[in-house]
Nanobody
Framework: QVQLVESGGGLVQAGGSLRLSCATS????????MGWYRQAPGKQRELVGT???????NLADSVKGRFTISRDNAKNMVYLQMNSLKPEDTAVYYC????????????WGKGTLVTVSS
């Protein structure tokens, strides 16, 4: 049974930081690309960034320079470090897992809420 479980969300003031974690099980984590997505109220889910199985990262322009993605293959974990948070970063954040050579995420977590107050 595949599980992705996000944690680390919460309420933070603008300018603050949070670190989200995504614990995975049931997949061969080291071969999966991982992604962080977010969905703000009334908006579509959008990509925050991805990290390949080899550790290469891509981030959305809106978070470049503020967010970083990392992974720990020994722990089957992926992280999203969020700095200089803005109210517009308020959203439910989801992690996803994608098999090699597949377009789109195969598995999703249930999300963790991040609220940034002004």
């Amino acid at each position: 049974q595949v599980q992705l479980v996000e944690s680390g969300g919460g309420l933070v003031q603008a300018g603050g930081s949070l670190r989200l974690s995504c614990a995975t099980s049931g997949i061969v984590f080291s071969i999966y690309a991982m992604g962080w997505y977010r969905q703000a109220p009334g908006k579509q889910r959008e990509l925050v960034g991805t990290i390949s199985s080899g550790g290469s990262t891509n981030l959305a322009d809106s978070v470049k320079g503020r967010f970083t993605i990392s992974r720990d293959n020994a722990k089957n974990m992926v992280y999203l470090q969020m700095n200089s948070l803005k109210p517009e970063d308020t959203a439910v954040y989801y992690c996803g897992a994608r098999r090699p050579l597949v377009i789109g995420m195969d598995y999703w977590g249930k999300g963790t809420l991040v609220t940034v107050s002004s």
